[in-house]
Structure formats: structure tokens, C-alpha cells
T-cell receptor
Framework: QKEVEQNSGPLSVPEGAIASLNCTYSDRGSQSFFWYRQYSGKSPELIMFIYSNGDKEDGRFTAQLNKASQYVSLLIRDSQPSDSATYLCAVTPFTGGGNKLTFGTGTQLKVEL | DGGITQSPKYLFRKEGQNVTLSCEQNLNHDAMYWYRQDPGQGLRLIYYSQIVNDFQKGDIAEGYSVSREKKESFPLTVTSAQKNPTAFYLC?????????????FGPGTRLTVL
């Protein structure tokens, strides 16, 4: 079983729709959760992080965490073609910095006109 | 202008050669990391360093070496012992504090073995 699992996609959504990206993890001790966006040929950029159960909103992005079910999701509202990218989920059992993250293999999102 | 720089952007290596990838940050971050990404794959941790003059092996350290002599710099050497070094190499950095472990990435170095 992979430590962090994501559906590779591609996930196709029409422009203006809500895109829902999901991530499950195997380590029940995971404490910190991150979503990165990676455009083709580029390095990952941090979109959001979440530590507590529930929702965290930042602009068009909402991260949702459910530790009991061991999943974290990312919702993108009003999807734009510029959101087309691969989204990487990362987790760590640590709350402090300087520690390793475990990444999923990413979900490719395509926003269609 | 704060950030993480990596050089070179593209690197070509002959089999049997060692090469060194540069990573520099001016974010005053304590921790630095090296990841490798293969096509269609997630990121795999090679080495990380939480403080100057100290570093730990990640999941795929064999065939790689690092040093951390300065807070700003964390160079990675890909040795001839690395069997399949062609990949996209990413350097990252983060603070060391509670609830502050977000990692930020440099632009990457794409290494190709000829």
C-alpha cells in the first residue's frame, strides 16, 4: 500500500466548475498536510497547508481534512484554464519544520473551455 | 528578492562522471532538502539537512552525497554509483518551528546521462 495515494487522472472539469482532488494516507500519525501545484516542466508551488480537521479556505481554494478517515481533499472553485496542472498531496507525521514530507504521485487536472 | 536558486537548469553527464548540482537560498531557512522526480512520479527524498554541518539520508540516498557547510547552500553530488541518474532534481527549504514546516522549491535541475 502506498503511503500517500492520489488518483492520477486526468480529471477534466469545465471552466467555472468546482474541481475536487482527493488524497488518502496510510500513517494515522500524520499531522501536517500540504497541497502543491506543478505545471508541466516546472517545480511544485505550495497552494495550501492544513493541520486541523475541517475546512480551510484561501480564495478559490478549500482544503478539507478528515483524520478519522485519513483523507485530505482540495476543492478549486470557479476553475480556470490556468488551473490545469498536476496537484501533489504531501503529508508528514511532524508538526515542526525541518522534517521529511511524503508525496503522492499527483492528480492531473484539465480545465476545459 | 528572496528565493531558492538552482544551477544549472540543464545538465548533461557522461556515464561514470560525478556531477554537482547547486542549491542556494536567501530565505534564512534552517532546513534544506533534495528530491528527485521521475516522469509521471511523485517526489522522492534524497537527503535533507535541518541545520548546518548535519544532514540525514532520505529514501533514496544511494549514489548521492551532500554537504551543508553554510546555511544558505546545500549542494548535491550525483556520483557514478547512481545507476539511473536521469531525472528532475528539486531543492527545497523550510523553517524549523512548530507548525511552520511548509517547504518551498527551487526551479529544479534536469539531469540527463548520455
Amino acid at each position: 500500500q502506498k503511503e500517500v495515494e492520489q488518483n492520477s487522472g486526468p480529471l477534466s472539469v469545465p471552466e467555472g466548475a468546482i474541481a475536487s482532488l482527493n488524497c488518502t494516507y496510510s500513517d494515522r500519525g500524520s499531522q501536517s498536510f500540504f497541497w502543491y501545484r506543478q505545471y508541466s516542466g516546472k517545480s511544485p508551488e505550495l497552494i495550501m497547508f492544513i493541520y486541523s480537521n475541517g475546512d480551510k479556505e484561501d480564495g478559490r481554494f478549500t482544503a478539507q481534512l478528515n483524520k478519522a478517515s485519513q483523507y485530505v481533499s482540495l476543492l478549486i472553485r470557479d476553475s480556470q484554464p490556468s488551473d490545469s496542472a498536476t496537484y501533489l498531496c504531501a503529508v508528514t507525521p511532524f508538526t515542526g519544520g525541518g522534517n521529511k514530507l511524503t508525496f503522492g504521485t499527483g492528480t492531473q487536472l484539465k480545465v476545459e473551455l | 528578492d528572496g528565493g531558492i536558486t538552482q544551477s544549472p537548469k540543464y545538465l548533461f553527464r557522461k556515464e561514470g562522471q560525478n556531477v554537482t548540482l547547486s542549491c542556494e537560498q536567501n530565505l534564512n531557512h534552517d532546513a534544506m532538502y533534495w528530491y528527485r522526480q521521475d516522469p509521471g512520479q511523485g517526489l522522492r527524498l534524497i537527503y535533507y539537512s535541518q541545520i548546518v554541518n548535519d544532514f540525514q539520508k532520505g529514501d533514496i540516498a544511494e549514489g548521492y552525497s551532500v554537504s551543508r557547510e553554510k546555511k544558505e547552500s546545500f549542494p548535491l553530488t550525483v556520483t557514478s554509483a547512481q545507476k539511473n541518474p536521469t531525472a528532475f532534481y528539486l531543492c527545497a527549504s523550510s523553517m524549523r518551528r512548530d507548525r511552520g514546516n511548509e517547504q518551498f522549491f527551487g526551479p529544479g535541475t534536469r539531469l540527463t546521462v548520455l
